[in-house]
């Protein structure tokens, strides 16, 4: 069965440092693939979706995802953190094989941004 | 901008009882989901509607649950005898077609057990 895996449940880093959240899938054939962000008491907002246009993919409050195929990876990254950042970010993939289009998510990771 | 509303934002039951967690998708959209995260662990899918009835569930959607759409507005689940480990936030999504577009989620309704 489809999986997704996000490594490190937490993640700390300094303003201004460099973000990067790491998501594997396990699939032979790429799934549809999605970042979600969970700011405290909201609900989920996307970041981000790969559309196979591109592997680089560019999401909204700056972030960017690529897709390596050759590693199964979708990782996330900003370049400068920035205090409004901190939040549970999640991977989640849709099999292209679904029909329902089901999202099937990482474990999730918190990111803390320290000043 | 348009939204997922879902009502209430947090319900506390006593074990046994039946509870219904609301939830009004975008207007136009025509897959609808529900999720749950348990509190620490990962969001996990429970059930797709499309077209008026159940495209897909997952093990955890077993006889207790079930999802309706009764007046073309609102999308319910309803959890007939809930147990403790029912306890944890339920989100219901929305988008307009398949594939990989965007689904659209609620804030979600925190549901305690006692």
């Known amino acids: 069965a489809q999986s997704v895996t996000q490594l490190g449940s937490h993640v700390s880093v300094s303003e201004g440092a460099l973000v990067l959240l790491r998501c594997n899938y396990s699939?032979?054939?790429?799934?549809?693939l999605f970042w979600y962000v969970q700011y405290p008491n909201q609900g989920l907002q996307l970041l981000l979706k790969y559309t196979s246009a591109a592997t680089l993919v560019k999401g909204i409050n700056g972030f960017e995802a690529e897709f390596k195929k050759s590693e199964t990876s979708f990782h996330l990254t900003k370049p400068s953190a920035h205090m409004s950042d901190a939040a549970e970010y999640f991977c989640a993939v849709t099999p292209s094989s679904s029909n329902t289009g089901k999202l099937i998510f990482g474990q999730g990771t918190t990111l803390q941004v320290k000043p | 901008e348009p939204e997922v509303t879902q009502t209430p934002s947090h319900q506390v039951t006593q074990m046994g009882q039946e509870v219904i967690l609301r939830c009004v998708p975008i207007?136009?959209?025509?897959?609808f989901y529900w999720y749950r995260q348990i509190l620490g662990q990962k969001v996990e899918f429970l059930v797709s509607f499309y077209n008026n009835e159940i495209s897909e569930k997952s093990e955890i959607f077993d006889d207790q649950f079930s999802v309706e759409r009764p007046d073309g507005s609102n999308f319910t689940l309803k959890i007939r005898s809930t147990k403790l480990e029912d306890s944890a936030m339920y989100f219901c999504?929305?988008?307009?077609?398949?594939?990989?577009?965007?689904?659209?989620f609620g804030q979600g309704t925190r549901l305690t057990v006692v």
């Open positions: 207007s136009n959209h025509l897959y």
């Open positions: 699939s032979s054939v790429p799934p549809y």
């Open positions: 999504a929305s988008r307009d077609r398949g594939g990989n577009t965007e689904a659209f």
